[in-house]
C-alpha cells in the first residue's frame, strides 16, 4: 500500500516553525524581514505564483515588497529597479519571477542579485556552494524536495536516486542535493538511452521534465518513492503532474500528489531562503 505525501501538511507544519522565527527574530533586532517580488508582464502562471508568494510571506510575518512591470519593460528599466532592491537594506531577498517576457535577457538581470539575496538560489555562487556542499541558498523546489523525504524520514544514503530532467532550476540542484545526501544518483533527460529501464532502477524517482503524466507504471521499480515536481494541465485543462499517478500510485511505497505535495513546499522554501538570508546578513 502507497503512503501519499501530504506536502500541504508538511508545509503547515515548516510554516508555523518559521512564523516563531521570523517573530523572534522582529523583536529581539527590531527591524522587518523583507522579501522583494518582482513580476514582469502578464504570464497568468507567474501571475498567481506570485501571489501566492505574497500570500505566503504575509502569513509567515515576511514583509513583502511586489513590484508589478508591464509586458513592455525595457531591459535598462528591470535592471535599475534590481539594482535599486540590491542597495536597499529593508529588503533581505529578491525574487524576480521566471520567465520574462520574450526580449528580455533573464541571466543578465539575474546577475544584478547579490548572491547574498539570491533566495531562489540562481546564482553561479550560490550553484558553486551547493556543489561543494557549503552553506549556499538552494533553489527552492529542490530544497523542498528534501525536507519531505526527511519529514517523512525516508532514507537517502545509499539509496538509488534518478532525477528526470536537467534544468538549472530544479534537475541539476535536485541531482546535487541528493549526492550530497549520499544517495548514487543518475540524471536522465530526452537524449538518455533506455529511459524506461533507467527509471525502473531508481529508489527515488524525481520526476521534473514538465510533461504531463509522462511517468507511466513500467518506469517505476515496485516499492518505489516517486516525487512529482511537474505542474502541468492535462487534455481537459486539470492540473496534474509528470506523473500518472492513478497509473503509477500502486507501484510506490510514497508518492506526491499534484496539487499539494511539492507546490506548498516551494514557497516554504522561498520564506525559508529568506529567513536565512536575513539571519546571514
Ligand atoms: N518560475 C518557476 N519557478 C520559479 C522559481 O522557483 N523561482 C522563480 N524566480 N521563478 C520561477
Known amino acids: 500500500m502507497y503512503k501519499i505525501i501530504d506536502g500541504k501538511k508538511i508545509a503547515a507544519t515548516l510554516r508555523e516553525k518559521l512564523k516563531d522565527n521570523v517573530l523572534k527574530f522582529r523583536t529581539e533586532r527590531g527591524r522587518e524581514i523583507g522579501l522583494a517580488v518582482v513580476l514582469v508582464g502578464n504570464n497568468p502562471a507567474s501571475q498567481v505564483y506570485v501571489r501566492n508568494k505574497i500570500k ?3 502569513e509567515v510575518g515576511i514583509k513583502s515588497f511586489a513590484y508589478y512591470l508591464p509586458e513592455n519593460t525595457s531591459q535598462s528599466a528591470l535592471e535599475e529597479l534590481i539594482v535599486g532592491l540590491a542597495a536597499d537594506d529593508g529588503v533581505h531577498g529578491i525574487l524576480l519571477q521566471l520567465p520574462l517576457p520574450d ?8 546577475k544584478l542579485i547579490p548572491e547574498e539575496k539570491d533566495v531562489d538560489g540562481f546564482s553561479a555562487f550560490n550553484i558553486g556552494n551547493l556543489c561543494l556542499n557549503a552553506t549556499a541558498s538552494v533553489a527552492c523546489t529542490p530544497l523542498g ?5 526527511e519529514y ?4 537517502v544514503n545509499g539509496k538509488r536516486a534518478v532525477v528526470l ?3 538549472n532550476i530544479v534537475g541539476k540542484p535536485m541531482a546535487m542535493l541528493l549526492l550530497n545526501a549520499d544517495a548514487t544518483v543518475t540524471v536522465c533527460h530526452s537524449k538518455t538511452h533506455n529511459l524506461e529501464e533507467e527509471c525502473r532502477r531508481a529508489d527515488i524517482l524525481v520526476a521534473a521534465v514538465g510533461r504531463a503524466k509522462f511517468v507511466k507504471q513500467e518506469m517505476v521499480k515496485e516499492g518505489a518513492v516517486v516525487i512529482d515536481v511537474g505542474m502541468n494541465r492535462d487534455e481537459n485543462g486539470k ?3 509528470d506523473v500518472d499517478f492513478e497509473n503509477v500510485k500502486d507501484k510506490c511505497s510514497y508518492i506526491t500528489p499534484v496539487p499539494g505535495g511539492v507546490g506548498p513546499m516551494t514557497i516554504t522554501m522561498l520564506l525559508y531562503n529568506t529567513y536565512c538570508a536575513a539571519v546571514r546578513r
Open 103 to 110: 526580449g528580455l535577457d533573464s541571466a543578465k538581470a539575474l
Open 239 to 241: 492540473l496534474c503532474g
Open 165 to 167: 530532467g536537467r534544468s
Open 152 to 155: 517523512e524520514g525516508i532514507e
Open 56 to 58: 505566503a510571506c504575509e
Open 145 to 149: 524536495v528534501m525536507k519531505m523525504l
